[in-house]
C-alpha cells in the first residue's frame, strides 16, 4: 500500500521568510510525488512533481522541492513566503512500478498562512 | 485552452435521492480520474478511466455509486439512494495519458450536500 504523511495541520510563516512544509511517503517500489494546493472554492493547482533525476524539484510560482530517498521525504520549499503562498497544499505519491495503479494517494493537508 | 469543468457546482439533495455530476475532462487527455474530498481530508481516489473503460473502480465505497464515459470524454459520475455521509466535494481530474509519470489536472470540483 502507498500512503504519505503531512505531519503538520498548519504552518505559519512571516512574509518574506523561507516556508517549508513537510512530507514523507511510503511505498513498495520507487515513488512519484507531486505537490498540490488548493484554494478556497477550488480545485487542486498542480505546483510540481519529482519522477526522477535530480532531488531538488523547481515548480510553479517560485516552489521547490527536495526529494530525499533515505528520509522517504519530498519537503515543499520556498525561500521567501508571500502572502499570497497562503492556502492548502497537499502532497501526494504513486508507486512507479505497480501496472495499473494510477491513482494519487494524498495526505491530509497542511494550511499554510503567511503572516503580513 | 480551457481547464477541467465540472458541472454542478454546488448541488443540494435529500437522503434517498438520485444524483449526477458531471466532468468535462481537457481536451485531448485520455485519462480520466474521480475523488472524493471530504472536510479536512485529502482527496481519496474513486475511478479512473482509460478511454471509455473504467480501468480502476476499486475506489468506490459501494454499489450505490456508479461511473460512466461513453464516448470517452465526459465523463458522469452517478450515485443513487444518496446518504449523509456522501456530502463532500467530488473532484474529477484528467491526464494526457495514463503513464504513471504524467500529471492530473483537477477541475474545481462538485460540493454535494445531502441533507
Known amino acids: 500500500a502507498q500512503s504519505v504523511a503531512q505531519p503538520e495541520d498548519q504552518v505559519n510563516v512571516a512574509e518574506g521568510n523561507p516556508l517549508t512544509v513537510k512530507c514523507t511517503y511510503s511505498v513498495s517500489g520507487n515513488p512519484y510525488l507531486f505537490w498540490y494546493v488548493q484554494y478556497p472554492n477550488r480545485g487542486l493547482q498542480f505546483l510540481l512533481k519529482y519522477i526522477t533525476g535530480d532531488n531538488l524539484v523547481k515548480g510553479s510560482y517560485g516552489f521547490e522541492a527536495e526529494f530525499n530517498k533515505s528520509q522517504t521525504s519530498f519537503h515543499l520549499k520556498k525561500p521567501s513566503a508571500l502572502v499570497s503562498d497562503s492556502a492548502l497544499y497537499f502532497c501526494?505519491?504513486?508507486?512507479?512500478?505497480?501496472?495499473?495503479?494510477?491513482?494519487?494517494?494524498f495526505g491530509t493537508g497542511t494550511r499554510l498562512t503567511i503572516i503580513p | 485552452g480551457a481547464g477541467v469543468s465540472q458541472t454542478p457546482s454546488n448541488k443540494v439533495t435529500e437522503k434517498g435521492k438520485y444524483v449526477e455530476l458531471r466532468c468535462d475532462p481537457i481536451s485531448g487527455h485520455t485519462a480520466l480520474y474521480w475523488y472524493r474530498q471530504s472536510l479536512g481530508q485529502g482527496p481519496e481516489f474513486l475511478i479512473y478511466f482509460q478511454g471509455t473503460g473504467a480501468a480502476d473502480d476499486s475506489g468506490l465505497p459501494n454499489d450505490r455509486f456508479f461511473a460512466v464515459r461513453p464516448e470517452g470524454s465526459v465523463s458522469t459520475l452517478k450515485i443513487q439512494r444518496t446518504e449523509r455521509g456522501d456530502s463532500a466535494v467530488y473532484l474529477c481530474a484528467s491526464s494526457f495519458g495514463t503513464g504513471r509519470r504524467e500529471t492530473q489536472y483537477f477541475g474545481p470540483g462538485t460540493r454535494l450536500l445531502v441533507l
Open positions: 501526494a505519491v504513486r508507486d512507479s512500478r505497480r501496472f495499473g495503479n494510477e491513482k494519487l494517494t
